[in-house]
Every structure is written in C-alpha cells, then in structure tokens.
C-alpha cells in the first residue's frame, strides 16, 4: 500500500449507483490507496471497513431507488 487515502465526505456524494462507487473503491485498492467516507467513519483499509463499505453503497442505491 502506497498510503494514499482518497476521501469523500459521504458516500452518497461518491457517485449515483452502487456499481460505479464500488469501482471507484476497487481502482484505489489496485493503486494501493485506501478511501475513508468521513460522514460515515468508514476507512477501506481493514476488512470491516470495507464490508461496511459495501453495505452502504448498496442501502444508498436503495435509498435512491425509493425517492425516485
């Protein structure tokens, strides 16, 4: 791991669908860097960290779904 955090304030504000956050977070893994969503306290860089992650992003999507 290089130690390079990418961050985002809430992982609703990442991107729209839970395909394209999840992306996201496997181009960091692959660079090495890890992604801490701050509003959500969640850093990628242990294994809780990234199924809470993924947790999330798919209750965001959903989240989306029923508003729409």
Known sequence: A???????????RLARLSKDTLQVAEH???SGASLVILSENSDTTSAAGKIVFWLLAVLNEFERDLIS
Not at 2 to 12: A, E, H, K, Q
Request: aromatic residues 8%; positive net charge.
């Open 2 to 12: 290089t130690g390079i955090r990418g961050r985002s304030y809430s992982l609703s």
């Open 28 to 30: 960091l893994d692959k």
